[in-house]
């Protein structure tokens, strides 16, 4: 290393002089690598952020989705209209052969349709039942249950001839299969993609632990 000595002046002055000289560049060099140490520290939360954050990936809804619907506890589809448009949709292009239509006997309710019905266990009937009870005008009347009966395909008629029955209305035939003194209540819980709401037996014998149970009142 090579020091410049001032011969103008006295050799503790120029001693005085490098010992600033040293403060400064300490001071310097102290601040440059907490500048470094910083960046080091940001550079690292930023990749530590990058590898946790998470890409969802966007879900497409399934087409059951656009109404209300649950699968019963033995894994059958059930879905049920929210308007009476959509109950002349389910109606008309959902109910097939072996499903079984439930609807609440009051005036004002969703055409509830129970995939495979028929060959269905009486579980998830009465859970089906149920539901379709939950989206009636019964609930809206503060009832606490209401009877509920299921049809095959072959006893409902389809209301779409021009001069027929209104939209959402059907024509009923034969014995019908009766839920009676359905209590009114579902059972509300959060899932991985969101929320669902199912009759309060489907979530017992589901063995869901948590989940709010609603019915009707204020």
Request: proline share 1%; net charge positive.
């Amino acid at each position: 290393m090579k020091a410049e000595i001032d011969f103008t002046k006295t050799a503790q002055q120029n001693a005085d002089r490098y010992y600033v000289m040293s403060k400064t560049a300490r001071k310097k060099a102290e601040g440059a690598a907490a500048a470094i140490s910083e960046l080091e520290d940001k550079k690292k939360g930023t990749e530590k952020k990058a590898k946790k954050k998470e890409f969802k990936e966007i879900r497409q809804r399934k087409w059951y989705e656009r109404f209300n619907w649950f699968f019963a506890s033995d894994g059958s589809l059930a879905i049920g209209g929210r308007s009476a448009k959509q109950n002349e949709e389910i109606n008309s292009k959902y109910f097939e052969e072996g499903d079984l239509f439930f609807h609440a006997d009051v005036f004002g309710a969703s055409v509830t349709i129970l995939k495979k019905g028929e060959s269905a266990p009486e579980g998830a009937k009465d859970e089906t039942a149920a539901f379709a009870g939950a989206f009636s005008k019964a609930w809206e009347s503060g009832a606490s249950s209401v009877d509920v009966y299921a049809m095959k395909r072959a006893q409902v008629s389809k209301s779409k001839e021009k001069g027929s029955l209104g939209t959402g209305s059907f024509l009923l035939s034969g014995e019908r299969e009766w839920h009676k003194g359905i209590a009114l209540g579902l059972a509300a819980f959060a899932t991985d993609s969101g929320f669902n709401i199912v009759p309060i037996s489907t979530a017992k014998r589901t063995g869901i632990k948590k989940y709010a149970v609603i019915k009707p009142g204020d």
